[in-house]
């Protein structure tokens, strides 16, 4: 088996290869005439996965401990690499973020505490070292990654109908557990896909309420319905009136929204450029791993 230090290292060497013929199939993706029936059922199923449990919420605002908890659910799924029980304990999740630079040993062990109280994880004890635990996911964990999964696999159908992935995700009982190990690895050794678009990330998935509020503003602008009120968004989202205030006006500084006489954001040019290419950055790498057995 293939330890985790081994995978970073041997996937390091392919990484500037890999991100230029991701950024192609991006671009190969954006430039479909269904793309945009694709943005849609992305915008619609993500804003849909977002309107969660308080104590759910507080895991998806902040994008490292989402990360954090995408990787527990990856390296409990790699079977190929740590055998039938997986490989999430913490010694390799806290190797995998020191690596990465992405969070301190504090931040993953409140995670992880989180992780616990919402039911996403249980701990097991290894058989022959009592001393290590292992993090198995629950059934609940399940069912929060089953309702994440559609936004992909929907939009992907819109643009590769042939694949059939819906299909393959209501039918295939190891589809999500697959996808999980082979996008685990990639994430997990190549550019994450939040640090291909810096200057669009470093506001859409770092600052914490805000990829709601990106998506509500969307959401309003892709199907020609007014936005809802602060309130109702900060409502549906599990934020504060007053977090969805800050977020409206931070992204207008830095040119994502326009606001009207009455305060109400509206996407901008640039906003609209920078939402479609990440969705096509993301569905590509999920087209890359969301694949027959």
Known sequence: MQGLAELLKSGSRDRHRGEDTLLAEAAHLRASPAFADAVREYTVAIARFREA???????MASETRFRLTAYVFYLAADHENYGPLGGATYTRLLELCT???????????????????????KTSRNTSDRRSKSYQPTARMMDFVRNWMPHAV???????????RAQMFAQDPD????????????????????DRMPEFTCFFGKREGAIPVVLAVMLSDITGTPLPSRAQVAKRFGLSKT???????????LGF?????TGT???TAYLRDSFARFVSIELAFYARHMRPA
């Not at 449990?53 to 895991?59: D, G, S, T």
């Not at 690596?99 to 109280?117: A, D, F, G």
């Not at 929907?154 to 059939?164: E, H, I, K, R």
């Not at 929204?257 to 006489?261: A, G, K, R, V």
Request: proline letters at 8%; hydrophobic letters at 40%.
């Open 53 to 59: 449990p308080r104590l759910i919420n507080k895991l």
């Open 99 to 121: 690596q990465r630079e992405e969070l301190s040993p504090r931040v993953l062990k409140t995670t992880l505490t989180l992780l616990k109280l919402a039911g996403f994880v």
């Open 154 to 164: 929907n939009a992907l159908d819109a643009l590769q109908p042939d694949m059939q």
């Open 175 to 194: 589809f999500s557990r697959r996808f999980a190990a082979a996008a685990g690895r990639e994430h997990a050794t190549g550019i994450p896909l939040i």
């Open 243 to 253: 977090q969805v205030s800050s977020i409206v006006a931070e992204g207008t500084g």
């Open 257 to 261: 929204f326009s606001t009207d006489e």
């Open 265 to 267: 954001p509206q996407p």
